[in-house]
């Protein structure tokens, strides 16, 4: 058995991880702001919403959102579990009908210790991955390369989502 470690590298996201800007919680404020294709909303529910990431670990990387501002999980009704994951099934779906990837990550960071960027607002991640998504770009140079543009896959994401959810 070996002692070598193994360690995930995500240096791209520095710039959000340490950014000290007072302010609100986002996933309070952008569901309010009603401007859903410029805050990256996809699809709201009664419970939830679904957003794109800003800062993606991939293209297409997805959050779904309950709107009770809660750190905990075990804070959750039913409901708003059942929807969550209706919705994190629905951006599954999508993804893989737009974008073909090799698989997923699909998860939840509790806690800022746990590598939450906002602690205070539990949320879950959709993160499409294919073959060959880690290159040499964020190990050299500290870049990670989207490979499209995050308005794009909005659309199409938006649209796929729209057609599944009835709108």
Not at 41 to 48: D, E, P, V
Not at 64 to 92: C, G, Q, T, W
Not at 95 to 123: D, R
Not at 131 to 160: A, Q, R, W
């Amino acid at each position: 058995m070996s002692n070598k470690k193994n360690n995930l590298w995500a240096p791209w996201r520095n710039i959000y991880l340490t950014d000290k800007s007072e302010g609100g919680c986002i996933f309070c404020e952008k569901p309010d702001e009603n401007k859903d294709r410029d805050n990256l909303i996809l699809l709201r529910g009664t419970f939830s919403f679904v957003i794109m990431n800003l800062f993606p670990y991939n293209s297409g990387h997805l959050m779904v959102v309950p709107y009770k501002h809660s750190a905990n999980l075990e804070e959750l009704m039913d409901d708003e579990i059942l929807e969550i994951r209706k919705f994190i099934n629905m951006s599954v779906a999508s993804i893989k009908q737009i974008m073909s990837p090799a698989g997923f990550n699909l998860g939840v960071n509790m806690g800022k210790f746990s590598g939450a960027g906002i602690a205070e607002h539990i949320h879950f991640h959709v993160v499409p991955r294919w073959i060959g998504d880690t290159n040499f770009m964020p190990v050299i140079s500290n870049t990670k390369v989207i490979s499209e543009f995050l308005f794009d896959t909005y659309d199409k994401l938006y649209n796929c989502l729209s057609k599944m959810e009835g709108k």
